[in-house]
């Protein structure tokens, strides 16, 4: 089975950590794609390179240049969210489906016979793609056909299909021509694409974990038939918003497993985590935290630290 991620330095450890999450669980080998801004930065940890479920490790250096990337400004993606839309350029002929899941999903129990299941599923429809069913409101700003948007974080492709209809081409003209239309970026232009027409995957291969800030979580348990989780939304849980919810042990756990330290955090709005870190402390949540003190070093050793 392929699975295809792409990301740039900015989220290394993030798609590591997913990567990891997902040989940890699956029941067989499994192919792994990246397409990546610059290859050379990529060291993978050797519980990635040397583990026994992964068959093949594949990398690409993504070389469009000519491609304008809209709306990342002082957003918390980067431009390689769009790097799926030339697959047909980079990924071998001889593979004719893909799943493609975000850097920010984590794999919780094995998925290999849903996606299977969706895989027979999609070659017996017309469809090109499957995905989850997202907030229907979102349809009407694009406005769309269909009342069936779609979330982007976790796709089954059929590539024979996606080259046959030229979807990569059809994909940066929507992205060129509606530009100031793109709130959520390559996952609008995807669903001004396809308006609708996609196979209804199962919720529990993109389940939604939003962590709110600040919300009062005592415990948290996913239901058993979730396979990923998708942290979507801008409180991720390498952030320190993130790191006091509890529901980011899914991610912290498995980075724990790889780099033997107790939390990951990386937060591109170094203020923001000064002030997170004060409320922490002040509010009492500190001692809910597993590891407060190791919490509060890293976090001013992240202070002090140089940005990337």
């Known amino acids: 089975m392929n699975f295809l991620y792409c990301f740039d330095e900015n989220y290394n450890t ?13 029941s067989e080998k499994i192919n792994i794609f990246i397409i990546h801004k610059n290859k050379d930065h990529l060291f993978f940890p050797p519980e990635v390179l040397n583990h026994k479920n992964l068959n093949e490790l594949n990398t690409y250096e993504y070389k469009q240049s000519e491609f304008a990337f809209p709306n990342i400004e002082n957003a918390h993606v980067s431009e390689a969210t769009y790097y799926r839309f030339f697959i047909d350029q980079y990924l071998p002929s001889k593979i004719e489906t893909l799943i ?22 999609l070659k017996n429809s017309d469809f090109i793609i499957s995905a989850r069913l997202e907030n229907e409101s979102l349809n009407k700003k694009l406005k769309l056909k269909s ?19 030229d979807i ?18 390559d996952q609008d232009s995807l669903n001004i694409l396809f308006d609708g027409n996609f196979y209804h995957m199962s919720k529990f291969l993109n389940f939604n974990l939003n962590m ?6 005592i415990n948290y348990e996913l239901d058993k038939n979730v396979k990923f989780i998708h942290y979507f939304g801008k409180f991720k849980p390498w952030t320190l918003k993130g790191i006091e919810n509890k529901k980011t042990k899914y991610y912290q756990n498995f980075y724990r497993q790889i780099y033997k330290e107790k939390y ?19 509010t009492g949540k500190i001692v809910k935290i597993k590891y407060p003190f190791s919490l509060i070093f890293l976090t001013i050793q992240f202070l002090f630290r140089n940005k990337k």
């Not at 493609?100 to 599923?121: M, N």
């Not at 990951?264 to 002040?282: E, G, P, R, S």
């Open 14 to 26: 993030q798609a590591f950590v997913s990567i990891y999450s997902l040989l940890q669980n699956v």
């Open 264 to 282: 990951h955090l990386n937060d591109n709005w170094k203020v923001n985590t000064i002030k997170d870190l004060f409320k922490i402390i002040f």
């Open 168 to 185: 990569g081409k059809k994909l940066v003209k929507i992205t060129s021509e509606r530009h100031q239309d793109l709130e959520f970026w």
């Open 147 to 165: 009342t069936n948007y779609f979330n982007a974080g976790v796709m089954i492709i059929d590539k024979k299909r996606w080259i046959k209809n």
């Open 212 to 217: 709110y800030p600040y919300e009062n979580v």
């Open 100 to 121: 493609y899941l975000d850097a920010d999903i984590v794999c919780v129990s094995d998925p290999l016979d849903d996606i299977k299941y969706e895989i027979k599923e």
